[in-house]
């Protein structure tokens, strides 16, 4: 799988993860996502790629999340980091 689709489950993950927290989870939007780091350890293979994005720290104004994609074949995927 392409490092950018990666990139993105990232971001989705996280960012849905967050929306579970004040305002956004009554359907407003009020995130961002200010900086993200994806390490790649290895490349995701399989037909599916399942992703939890936990959230690690939330301040007044930024959060910090983190997830692990995961494959079918339960495969090492890496460790990304995104402060929203």
Partial sequence: M???VLATLVDA???G???TYGSAAAGGV????LDMNV???????????FA???ILRRGRSVAFGELHPV????AE????NAPF
């Fill in 17 to 19: 993860a967050l929306g």
């Fill in 30 to 33: 009020d995130q961002a996502t």
């Fill in 39 to 49: 390490t790649y350890l290895a490349a995701a293979r399989g037909e599916s790629i």
């Fill in 77 to 80: 995927g890496g460790d990304q």
């Fill in 2 to 4: 392409h490092g950018g």
């Fill in 71 to 74: 494959d079918l074949h339960r």
């Fill in 52 to 54: 939890e994005g936990k």
């Fill in 13 to 15: 993950a996280v960012g």
